[in-house]
Nanobody, 119 residues
Framework: QVQLVESGGGLVQPGGSLTLSCAAS????????MAWYRQAPGKQRELVAR???????NYADSVKSRFTISRDNAKNTVYLQMNSLKPEDTAVYYC?????????????WGQGTQVTVSS
């Protein structure tokens, strides 16, 4: 069974930085695309960033140039470095793992970690 465990969330001031981590187990991690989603209160879940098995990345326009997704296959870990944080970045952030088709919805979800950006 695939398990994804996020960590690194917390409270940060506008303009500050946080790095989220996601530890994956139960699969051949390097085979699969990974992504970070987020969900703010009263809003639908949205894709924030995705990284392919080969390391190619995609970002939502709202976080482009501020967030960086990366992976360390030796550690079975994916990261989301968040810089220049804004109040509208406040949300629960979820680590996800895709199955064999990265164009389908993610197959596995972590429990989420809260990020709050406030002065």
């Amino acid at each position: 069974q695939v398990q994804l465990v996020e960590s690194g969330g917390g409270l940060v001031q506008p303009g500050g930085s946080l790095t989220l981590s996601c530890a994956a187990s139960g699969s051949i991690f390097r085979r699969y695309a990974m992504a970070w989603y987020r969900q703010a209160p009263g809003k639908q879940r949205e894709l924030v960033a995705r990284i392919s098995s080969g390391g190619s990345t995609n970002y939502a326009d709202s976080v482009k140039s501020r967030f960086t997704i990366s992976r360390d296959n030796a550690k079975n870990t994916v990261y989301l470095q968040m810089n220049s944080l804004k109040p509208e970045d406040t949300a629960v952030y979820y680590c996800t793992q895709f199955g064999d088709s990265s164009r389908a919805p993610p197959s596995y979800w972590g429990q989420g970690t809260q990020v709050t950006v406030s002065s």
